[in-house]
């Protein structure tokens, strides 16, 4: 597999949770960093001095918004899957997995699927942001460390299915196969850990840090201190590799189009 390097300069990017903590950073980051339509996606109206924002009315987890905020993005080039829940809960409580994978999981994949078509027509990319908590459980929070492997998962799933629907179509694609980048950031000061007292990056610091990774074509970013220190044995390491062969059974299938 391979992910292509891409400026952020010029492009049309979409936010999920754009109101505040990191998905608020990240549209002000996107801006200075001259992309030329920022699209923030938020459940209730906002309102943005920058003319190059549009304002989008989406809750992910409900299908008709999803769908209508599809209908209004002409053209994109990159996807920010940001929004998510962190909500204390315990192992045994039900309904806290599934409200974490309603928003975290399901989200993710229905506004994934609904922009897919206009990626592809770009070769643009989707960045899902995951957490460390996917490759170790935080164990106090046992739905949203859950809820963040999932869709980990489903970021190798997806990037190596685009890959390989780009090798099949190689015409029709001709080298703007759709980047899928995991973020695996540390923990970042918002609202969402506002109450632990550990050490935290910043928001705005955690956006650059993201916007470099897709800016370098790196499949997992590692946007911050914290999940640096892991970023180089991560990307020599067996768990990669493994990714790698299992992608390359994907690849030798012939894919219906
Ligand atoms: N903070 C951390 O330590 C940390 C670490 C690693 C990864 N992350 C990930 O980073 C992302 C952003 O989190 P954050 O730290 O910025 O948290 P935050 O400050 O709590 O912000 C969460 C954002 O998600 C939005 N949201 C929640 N449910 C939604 C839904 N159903 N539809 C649309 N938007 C929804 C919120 O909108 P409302 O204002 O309407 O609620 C808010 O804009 C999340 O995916 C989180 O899991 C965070």
């Known amino acids: 597999m391979s992910t292509k390097a891409m400026t952020i300069e010029g492009k049309a990017v979409l936010v999920t949770g754009a109101n505040r903590g990191l998905g608020q950073a990240l549209v002000e980051e996107a801006l200075r960093r001259g992309a030329t339509r920022v699209y923030a996606g938020t459940r209730r109206p906002l309102v943005h001095p920058d003319e190059r924002v549009t304002p989008l009315t989406l809750d992910v987890t409900d299908p008709n918004q ?20 962190s909500l204390p809960d315990a192992l045994s409580d039900r309904a806290a997995l599934e409200q974490h994978l309603a928003v975290n999981l399901f989200g993710t ?15 643009g990319a989707v960045v899902n942001v995951v957490s460390v908590a996917a490759l170790a459980a935080v164990p106090v929070l046992p739905a949203y460390s859950i809820s963040k492997a999932a869709v980990f998962s489903l970021s190798q799933s997806l990037r190596a299915l685009l890959f390989s629907l780009s090798q099949s179509l190689r015409a029709l694609f001709a080298g703007r196969g759709v980047n899928v980048h995991a973020v695996m950031a540390g923990p970042i000061d918002t609202d969402m850990v506002r109450g632990l007292d550990i050490p935290k990056t910043s928001p705005e610091a955690v956006a650059r840090g993201i916007f470099d990774g897709v800016e370098r074509g790196e499949e997992e970013i590692f946007p911050d201190p914290m999940s640096e220190t892991m970023a180089e044995s991560w990307r020599t390491g067996a768990v990669k590799a493994l990714e790698r062969q299992n992608a390359a059974l994907v690849a030798a299938r012939p894919v219906a189009a």
């Open 66 to 85: 999803v769908q209508r905020a599809a209908e209004k993005v002409g053209s994109l080039d990159i996807l920010i899957n940001n929004a998510g829940v």
């Open 109 to 123: 994949w229905g506004v994934t699927e609904a922009f897919l078509p206009l990626l592809m027509r770009t070769g």
